[in-house]
């Protein structure tokens, strides 16, 4: 199992992290995602923002945390490059460990 870490608690995350699955990686340019996208994906709990640049390629991380009626699908922004791209994408469809280090 994988471990995908956190600098943070995000107001994007269910409360109870055990249980999350990655279930797909999507490449992307920051300058083409909408800022409110942005804005919500990096709201620390508390107060804050992770800051992002402006522009640049960059995965989304799509996560599903729980199971059938009670999952909730939420996301992590992580920076591209090759070697990262293949690794997440060897892992879709299995469970991760999410672990936030403050």
């Not at 269910?14 to 800022?35: A, I, K």
Request: proline letters at 4%; charged letters at 30%.
């Amino acid at each position: 199992m994988i471990t995908i870490k956190f600098s943070h608690r995000y107001t994007k995350m269910p409360e109870y992290l055990s249980g999350t699955f990655l279930r797909d990686v999507e490449v992307t340019n920051l300058e083409d995602c909408e800022e409110e996208f942005l804005k919500k994906d990096t709201e620390i709990v508390g107060g804050g923002h992770y800051p992002l640049p402006k522009k640049g390629k960059y995965m989304i991380l799509w996560l599903e945390t729980g199971a059938g009626i009670r999952s909730i699908g939420w996301q992590t922004i992580r920076r591209w490059t090759p070697k990262k791209e293949e690794y997440y994408r060897s892992h879709v469809g299995e469970l991760v460990n999410i672990e936030v280090i403050e």
